[in-house]
């Protein structure tokens, strides 16, 4: 059975960097992405980025200024940095598996495992 | 499909059939995916590729995608079923979006 699991802190300071990692059992790193996502306050959710096993990453357009996402597949972890933050980006934050394919002429983006996610608020 | 619109809300009786509907440009040229999302819960995957269910969804979700319009079928909505629901889809200039989310009510 495959499992993620946030761990890091809850609280960050404006202007500091919120790091987060996420530990990953029963499945292998191959053929997968790993993605972060975020749900602020009262909002939806907001896809921020993924890595694949080679370290290919994509993030997203309003966020990729602040993030950088990294794998280590030998500890079966990959982490969140999110730079410089603010009040915006207090939210619960989780870590999926996704998988993203070219199907009959379409894209396909399917994130089937989730974490259950890890609040971290942002104080000033 | 930059963008991805989702009704607010919908309210459905028990027994009876909830519709979701996701609209964005041309969203039928990609695949949709729909989360559940139950309050202190992590969202769970409902649909996939437009009209696929992961193992373990029951049977009365189905889902459909065609022309700038994709939709989530809750045919018997229960009480359980009652929770938000994002629509997701793949788009080449913003990558992965979500839809605002729908809070289904069963009343």
């Known amino acids: 059975q495959v499992q993620l699991q946030e761990s890091g802190p809850g609280l960050v300071k404006a202007s500091e960097t919120l790091s987060l990692t996420c530990s990953v059992s029963?499945?292998?790193?191959?053929?997968?992405?790993w993605t972060w996502v975020r749900q602020p306050p009262g909002k939806g959710l907001q896809w921020i980025g993924h890595i694949n096993y080679s370290g290919r990453t994509n993030y997203s357009p309003s966020l990729k200024s602040q993030v950088i996402i990294s794998i280590d597949t030998s500890k079966n972890q990959f982490s969140l940095k999110l730079t410089s933050v603010t009040a915006a980006d207090t939210a619960v934050y989780y870590c999926?598996?996704?998988?993203?394919?070219?199907?009959?002429?379409?894209?396909?983006?399917?994130?089937?495992?989730w974490g259950r996610g890890t609040t971290v608020a942002v104080s000033s | 499909s930059s963008e991805l619109t989702q009704p607010p809300s919908v309210s459905v009786s028990p027994g009876q059939t909830a519709i979701i509907t996701c609209s964005g440009d041309?969203?039928?040229?990609?695949?949709v995916s729909w989360y559940q999302r139950r309050p202190g819960q992590s969202p769970l995957l409902v649909i996939y590729q437009d009209t696929k269910r992961p193992s373990g969804i029951p049977e009365r979700f189905s889902g459909s995608n065609s022309g700038n319009t994709a939709t989530l079928t809750i045919s018997g909505t229960q009480a359980l079923d009652e929770a938000d629901y994002y629509c997701?889809?793949?788009?080449?200039?913003?990558?992965?979006?979500f839809g605002g989310g729908t809070t289904l009510t069963v009343l």
């Open positions: 997701q889809a793949w788009d080449t200039n913003t990558y992965v979006v």
């Open positions: 029963g499945a292998s790193f191959n053929f997968y992405y």
């Open positions: 041309k969203l039928g040229d990609q695949y």
């Open positions: 999926v598996r996704s998988s993203h394919d070219f199907v009959s002429g379409r894209y396909s983006y399917i994130m089937d495992v």
